[in-house]
Every structure is written in structure tokens, then in C-alpha cells.
């Protein structure tokens, strides 16, 4: 069994609130976030529908964009803004609510991405 020490030391202060196990820094000054590495990806971003696991609705999914976390969160809400539905960021990949896998690819060219259609 792992000791505390091993499993990162302190997780709470009541000084500073909830602490980075990284860095051990309070998560407000932890420096962890913003030094971690942009995915790695061959330039090419993948649009494709799918419906697996959502009771058979469409959601169009968006993978491979090299982008950090808040690029890629600005570039999602601009996004669904731009195919007039909803969607999220989830796992570094953008899903749009419906079958909008033309849009989105003609969104992403005008944003100067490389973009291929996967799937069927």
C-alpha cells in the first residue's frame, strides 16, 4: 500500500483551500495546467456523425484539433453558434448536437484548419 506522501501529500489546506498533488501549490496558483503539452495529432482535424450510446440521435463529432483547452472551448462555442444547436468539449474533441458534419467542416476550412470527413 502506497503511503500518503506517495499519493501526492496534501490535498486541502484551510489556509488556501484544495491543493495541486503536481505541483503542491494551491490549485488557484498552480502553474500544472498551463504547462502541459498540446495533443499531439497528425494536422488533421476528423469530422464524422455518430449515434453510438445516445438512443439514436446524431451528434457530430469534431477530433484531432491541435488546440489547448480554452482555444478549444472558444472554437466549440463559436461553432454551435455557427450550426444553431447545442454541444459540448468532451476528451479534447469538440459534439455538436445533430447532423451538421457539413457545416462544421466548412466552418473549420474558413478557420484555416486541415479537415477530412471520416465515417460512413
Known sequence: MK?????????????SGRMCPACRQPVADCQCASQRALPAGDGIARVQRETKGRGGKAVTIARGLALDAEALALLA?????????GGTVKDGQIEVQGDH????VAFLQAEG????????
Not at 503511503?3 to 489556509?15: A, C, F, I
Not at 458534419?101 to 462544421?104: E, L, M, S, T, W
Not at 484548419?113 to 460512413?120: A, D, L
Open 77 to 85: 462555442k463559436r461553432l454551435k453558434a455557427a450550426c444553431g444547436s
Open 101 to 104: 458534419c457539413d457545416k462544421v
Open 3 to 15: 503511503s500518503l506522501r506517495e499519493l501526492g501529500g496534501l490535498v486541502y489546506s484551510t489556509d
Open 113 to 120: 484548419f486541415k479537415v477530412k470527413r471520416s465515417g460512413g
